[in-house]
């Protein structure tokens, strides 16, 4: 297959049968993924390991397939599922301005009655916010940034997407426009991220805000490890305690932070996904998703099986 190279990233294309792919997360419903790849090439992402489904031999961030699909057949099935855009590619990468893909996707679901969810690095969203708009007078609909720091230069060491202060300012944009948005501090880096500073920044522009904490698994530990040993060496013996002798406590504390925060600001601070609702503005619902795998069930039980510092995870 031809390949163009644009900004230095080879650009395929890919025919699917259907853009909607039933999820194997807990919640059920559907993931939309309109791109194979994605440009924003962050160190930590947890998608990369789609290379090696996909024959590509590019480093990741570095190729992207344009995906092809057949206008999906009754959209009005999907009513009242969940549907997440972008779980494992940015579907606002800086290639939607030129192929629409998920302007599509969006297109063709705007009369389904989907609960739907968009997750971004970008602002791009902005360029389709009359159709959000149109979509949010109809189906329950959510925009969330990850913003995992207000440092430009940790951002610009991290990930190849847009700056922070871009990010903050769409999702200003979407929150005034009447949609409900996520602002998702994730991965949160010990010792780096600073939580408290993040919520007091989006506070009065986002419903929600996730905290997840960073996993380090597969081929990207070592990077990040390399990353702390040379650029935050202080915080190497933290990160060893917590990625190579699995000590919880640093997260443990941090969660115990986060509610103390969530209480001082008077925001309900919960264990899993909420019912979709909006908050009245300036207090966001904290939901906790550290160690969210352990999450049992769905329906917002909460319940985790909890283990005590200092064991295996
Ligand atoms: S934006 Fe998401 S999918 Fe894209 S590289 Fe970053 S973590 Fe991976």
Not at 154 to 179: C, H, P, T, W
Not at 191 to 208: H, P, V
Not at 294 to 313: F, L, V, W
């Amino acid at each position: 297959m031809e390949k163009k190279i644009i900004n230095g990233i080879a650009v395929g294309t890919k025919e699917t049968k259907n853009i909607m792919t039933k999820s194997n997360s807990p919640l059920g419903g559907y993931c939309v993924n309109p791109y194979v790849g994605c440009p924003h090439a962050c160190r930590y992402c947890y998608a990369s390991f789609m290379k090696r489904f996909t024959g590509h031999t590019e480093e990741w961030g570095k190729f992207m397939d344009v995906k092809d699909w057949p206008a999906i057949k009754d959209p009005r099935k999907y009513a009242g599922e969940f549907v997440n855009i972008g779980t494992v590619t940015d579907g606002y990468n800086p290639l939607e301005e030129t192929y629409g893909r998920t302007r599509r996707v969006l297109e063709e679901l705007k009369d389904s009655g989907a609960e739907l969810l968009i997750c971004t690095k970008s602002d791009l969203v902005l360029r389709d916010l009359d159709l959000l708009k149109e979509i949010n007078q109809k189906n329950r609909l959510t925009v969330s940034w990850s913003i995992n720091t207000l440092d430009e230069d940790f951002k610009n060491d991290m990930d190849e997407a847009v700056s922070i202060e871009r990010r903050l300012a769409a999702m200003k944009q979407v929150y005034d426009a009447g949609i409900r948005t996520v602002c998702f501090i994730s991965p949160v880096f010990p010792g780096i991220t600073d939580i408290e500073s993040i919520f007091l920044r989006t506070r009065e522009q986002c419903d929600l805000v996730w905290l997840e904490n960073l996993n380090l698994r597969g081929g990207f530990k070592k990077t990040i490890m390399d990353y702390i040993a040379e650029k935050y060496p202080d915080l190497l013996p933290l990160y060893e305690q917590i990625y190579n002798r699995k000590d919880r406590s640093y997260f443990e504390d941090l969660e115990k932070k986060a509610e103390a925060m969530a209480a001082q600001y008077g925001c309900r601070f919960v264990d899993n996904q909420t019912p979709y609702e909006r908050v009245e503005k300036g207090h966001p619902t904290i939901v906790n998703y550290f160690y969210h795998e352990e999450i049992r069930g769905s329906d917002n039980t909460g319940k985790r099986s909890r283990k005590p510092a200092h064991t295996e995870q």
